[in-house]
């Protein structure tokens, strides 16, 4: 009956994983102290006093212990205060912000993660190419995670090297993994986000470095991903095959996050004229907010400069 499962959780192929590995087992073998004599306990004492046995002691009066109470009571107690301890440790250790270090100090290889309805798409920034449902990371290198959402929220996970995070529309969040075996494990979404959720799943792909780069030549030989091939990949659609781009627009990931991919204005310039108005009402306003993007430093340098003027005007 449970043949199809697969205790991926158990099978750790990687650094993070394996210590979440070892906070649930230890987790569950502390609570088992408390299980396992409960139900020794509750099949001892339907033995003893059953009908027909008549050397059992009955005590209709009795109704308090100090010794029982205080093994009752102890017990759970002292295994709160060590599940309280371990995940306060581990929760700093495992924290998914927290970069990771190799010993040969190698550079993280950097990754946008937007889901989509309802597939998954992954941008490598420093490689200018991009894929659906496939995502490629080289054995034994940190890879540094950036995700958003462009839809409703998510959840990102891949079991076996730990560490699931929620992916949220308009919100950055952070991750950092390393797959220490070459292998194909499997990715994910584990929130619900409806009717495709099921299908909405990708495989995480740990290569050698020699056929990671061999993948990446591979990726730049297809198409390029700019505003119009996103709006169409953007649309929701179910069971999405395996897609590469060879070349990616470099803001897209920014106007992903900004809610603007769709030529909208973005939420950071929004707020940037609404910081400059507010500090320099007289300020002239911008005439296209598409044609400064945060990228150039267009409105960076005019709110500085009405910071400026602000400040000269009060002196």
């Known amino acids: ?59 209709p009066d009795w109704e308090h212990s100090t010794r029982i109470e205080a093994v009752v009571w102890a017990i759970p107690c002292l295994i709160i205060l060590a599940l309280a301890t371990v995940t306060w ?24 993660v937007v889901s989509l309805d309802w597939k998954w798409l992954f941008i490598y920034p420093q490689y200018g190419v991009a894929s659906v449902n496939q995502l490629a990371l080289p054995v034994g290198t940190p890879v540094h995670f950036d995700l958003t959402s462009a839809t409703v929220m998510n959840s990102f996970f891949i079991p ?26 499997d990715g994910m979404s584990a929130n619900y986000s409806g009717i495709g959720f099921a299908g909405m799943k990708f495989k995480a792909l740990a290569m050698q470095p020699a056929d990671f780069d061999a993948w990446m030549a591979r990726a730049k030989t297809h198409p390029l991903l700019d505003s119009a091939s996103y709006a169409a990949l953007a649309a929701p659609s179910e069971k999405v095959a395996v897609a590469y781009y060879g070349s990616v627009d470099p803001h897209l990931y920014h106007n992903i996050l900004n809610k603007c991919a769709d030529g909208s204005p973005c939420t950071d310039d929004t707020v940037n004229m609404a910081m400059m108005k507010t500090i320099a009402p007289d300020a002239a306003p911008c005439k296209n907010p598409s044609d400064t993007h945060p990228s150039n430093g267009a409105v960076t340098e005019k709110v500085a400069q009405a910071k400026s003027d602000a400040r000269r005007s009060q002196s």
């Not at 959780?9 to 396992?36: C, F, N, R, S, Y």
């Open 89 to 112: 440790i581990s929760t700093h250790q495992l924290d998914p912000y927290k970069p990771l270090t190799t010993a040969n100090k190698a550079k993280p290889v950097e990754v946008q």
């Open 1 to 59: 009956m449970l043949s199809g499962c697969k205790m991926a959780l158990m099978d750790p192929q990687g650094p993070i994983g394996a210590q979440e590995k070892d906070i649930i087992l230890l987790a569950t073998g502390l609570m088992l102290i408390v299980v396992i004599p409960v139900i020794l306990m509750t099949i001892g004492f339907a033995w003893k006093y059953r009908e027909s046995n008549r050397k059992a002691v009955y005590a």
């Open 160 to 185: 076996q090297l730990g560490s699931q995070i929620y992916t949220m529309t308009g919100m950055q969040t952070q991750l950092s993994l390393i797959a220490d075996h070459p292998g194909a494990y």
